[in-house]
């Protein structure tokens, strides 16, 4: 048998049929749904006179554009009310399940499905969101669509998509201690580019990789879509297995059994190829900054803004124009740098582990008075059990500001909006203009970067806050 | 939705030699509130186009009547970001029928095609002739044929790659659910082998 790489695996095993010179028929075993995406395809399908195909195959949660306080209080803006009103109704008419605002699973889609077991190796998942590349992490083939083709899976359970070509990242050898998955995965855009590794499905490998742990891995995977990966996986192994069991959705019993035999041949097969490769040395990354408009504008904490000379002459006003936005200049030094505003949450960093990362570089300290700190767990049950283990006092002790869970700052559509011309040090995905709100200036960085920023008050190495 | 059927366009454009034009800029995430297609148009570009205070920012290319026409010509890695098809809905809301660009965002170049929007990849020389042509002549056209895949300026022609699949939906008007439904016994056959 031809070697196969791990991406071509589950993807062949998905292919209903493939259309001569065109894409393939590629069904789908999961789909995500949130409000903000699918309000125009269930309303497509109903104009056809249908229902959804599988509901049982479908999962809804709100996320984008609800509140952060208040939430058990009906949503005051009208048109954040009638969009989730608009998707209750719609799962209420096509039977499928959803964790609405109060539901205790309620949470933000990507990091919903992991924790309750919705997310399993060897499977295809789509949702009408960039960042499903995060379920990548579990071995699975994730990706993000667009409304036509959230419709096309409500009413076949499939899409039609021809199959991207193959990308390897390795990264071999130990991070450095104070080096996080944010900061190998802001490395690795850094390196590739914000195009560049558009067309492309990555897998992602090397001691580096596998030594990450689930919640690690997800956060790279999430962020391939910043290079322009359509989507970018980890082969499953027992880490990715003790995750897995036990969780609510996961298989049980013999089925576990079964599926774990499955799933441990879910690796690259020796010999298999890849359309493109790149291998880069984990001792080499530094935490990692942005200081510009997009995702790839990242630095060592401990560098300088590029100068003039760095920059290809053709680029040079797009890259201007990015730092005029930012207020900063060509060769500028990032430490030290004024910080208005902290944000810890999103699909990227929301997570425990991130709370827990937070949480032990913070005690005992306290935040910088100049700084407005938001805290936001990405789903219910991370607020949950950060409360439990102590999390949240320790963090309201520092006198960061908890909120309810939701995508929140991450893109400000709700209330929470960064103020035209601050600085804020996020660790969500993206710092493009106006992201966190019109005119705000988003660094992006890890938990551990963002909680030395919030103490300090600047841009501070994590590294001496360890 | 079945999409508009494209063959031949011949008309002005709009340059906007930008790098990494990303869906965040092409439709801030506050306008993804509304629970139908339309009028995204009116917020394209929205913190380019006007001022914080709301007003109409002049030196933005929409605000400019000199530059007209049916084709948007945007720099390097257009529609970067987000799977949100109302940068698409926005783009052809407002009357664009073509996006030109010497490289595109997947996801974005995707939900260009399934809403009857042509994107067209041209090399980076081709671009940046577009945009010095339209800067010496604000009314320069461009003629694009999806049938021939060339786009043409002044007579200089380049081809264009398109999915064989895509191309006849879009020469036809077809959509791809309709082409899904067609095949619901097999994947109902798929489900029960699986
Ligand atoms: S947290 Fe941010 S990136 Fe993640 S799904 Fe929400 S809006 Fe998208």
Redesign the interface.
């Known amino acids: 048998m031809e070697p196969k790489t791990l991406f071509d695996k589950v993807w062949d ?1 998905h292919v ?2 493939k ?1 001569d ?3 393939s ?1 590629f ?1 789908i075993d999961k789909h995500l749904v949130h409000e ?2 699918s ?2 395809a269930f ?2 399908l109903e104009a ?1 006179g249908m229902k959804v195909f599988r509901p049982e195959n479908t999962l809804a949660t709100p996320d ?2 609800i509140p952060t306080e208040n939430q058990h209080l009906p949503i005051k803006e009208e ?2 009310r ?2 989730i009103e ?1 998707l209750t109704a719609n799962c209420e008419k096509n039977d499928i399940t959803l964790y609405g605002l109060n539901h205790p699973y309620n949470g933000i889609v990507h990091v919903v499905g992991p924790e309750l077991g919705h997310t399993q190796p060897g499977m295809t998942l789509v949702c ?3 960042h ?1 590349s995060t379920h990548g992490a579990f071995g699975a083939v994730a990706f ?6 959230v ?2 899976v409500l ?6 998509q ?1 199959k ?1 070509r193959k990308m390897l990242i390795t990264v071999n050898g130990e991070l450095q201690k104070g080096v996080t998955a944010k900061d190998l995965t802001l490395y690795v855009i850094a390196k590739l580019g ?2 560049g590794a ?2 492309y499905f990555v897998e992602y490998a090397g001691s580096a990789v596998s030594s990450l742990s689930m919640e690690g891995r997800m956060t790279v995977c999430n962020m391939s879509i910043e290079m ?1 990966a ?1 989507g970018g996986m980890i082969a499953p192994d027992q880490t990715t297995f003790d995750y897995v069991e036990g969780r609510e959705f996961a298989p049980k019993g013999t089925e576990w059994t079964k599926a774990v035999a499955k799933w441990k041949k879910l690796k690259t097969d020796e010999g298999a190829t890849f359309d493109k490769e790149y291998v880069f040395i984990a001792s080499d990354i530094e935490p990692m900054l942005t200081y510009g408009t ?1 995702p790839g504008m990242g630095i060592g904490i401990l560098g300088h803004i590029p100068s003039e000379k760095d920059i290809e002459p053709s ?1 040079l ?2 890259f201007k ?1 990015s730092l005029d936005y930012m207020g900063f200049n060509l060769g500028d030094k990032m430490l030290g740098k004024k910080v208005d505003y902290v944000f810890v949450g999103s699909c990227t960093n929301g997570r425990i582990e991130d709370l827990r990362v937070l949480a032990s570089a913070v005690k005992g300290k306290k935040k910088a008075d100049s700084v407005t700190a938001w805290i936001v767990p990405g789903s219910k049950q991370v607020e949950k059990q950060a409360k439990e283990e102590g999390l949240v006092e320790v963090l309201e002790e520092a006198g960061f500001e908890m909120r309810q869970p939701g995508c929140s700052a991450c ?3 709700n209330d929470d909006k960064v103020p ?1 011309g601050k600085y804020s040090v996020s660790t969500s995905n ?1 710092n ?4 966190q709100g ?2 705000a200036r988003t660094l992006l960085a890890s938990p551990l970067t963002a909680a030395a920023a919030a103490v300090t008050g600047v841009i501070t190495d994590p590294r001496e806050f360890l | ?1 079945p999409i508009d059927k494209f063959t031949t366009l011949e008309s002005r454009y709009v340059p906007l ?4 034009v ?1 869906t ?2 092409i439709i ?3 306008f ?6 339309d009028g995204f148009g009116e917020n394209l570009f929205r ?1 380019w186009r006007y001022t ?1 205070a709301g007003e109409e920012n002049p030196d933005f290319v929409l605000n400019q009547s000199e530059y007209t026409g049916e084709v948007l010509v945007g ?3 257009f529609g ?7 940068a ?1 809905w926005a783009i052809h809301d407002y009357g664009f029928k073509v996006v030109v660009s010497s ?5 974005f170049q ?2 260009a095609l ?2 009857g929007v042509l994107p067209v990849t041209v090399s980076a020389k081709f671009l940046s002739n577009l945009f010095n042509a339209v800067e010496k002549d604000k009314s320069q056209k461009v003629l694009v044929d999806l049938e021939n895949q060339v786009i043409s300026l002044n007579g200089e022609c380049e081809e264009f790659a398109i ?4 191309k006849n939906c879009l020469l036809n008007g077809f ?3 309709d ?3 067609d ?2 016994d ?2 109902k056959a ?2 029960a082998k ?1």
Do not use: W
């Open positions: 095993a209903v049929e259309i010179g065109g894409p028929v069904y903000v995406t309000p125009q309303s497509g056809r984008h554009n048109l954040s009638k969009q608009t009408g969101d960039s499903t993000g669509i667009g409304t036509s083709e419709e096309m009413a076949t359970q499939c899409i039609l021809p991207p914000t195009g558009t067309g322009g359509r997009n680029e006003p797009t124009k893109l400000a559509m035209a993206r493009f203009e106006g992201r019109p005119g | 939705m030699p930008v790098e990494n990303d965040d800029q801030p995430a506050r993804l509130k509304a629970t139908s297609r913190d914080p720099g390097q890695n970067s970001g987000s799977s949100r098809e109302h698409a490289f595109f965002a997947d996801i995707n939900n399934n809403n999915n064989p699949y895509k959509d791809d659910i082409f899904l439904l095949r619901k097999k994947i798929f489900e699986n």
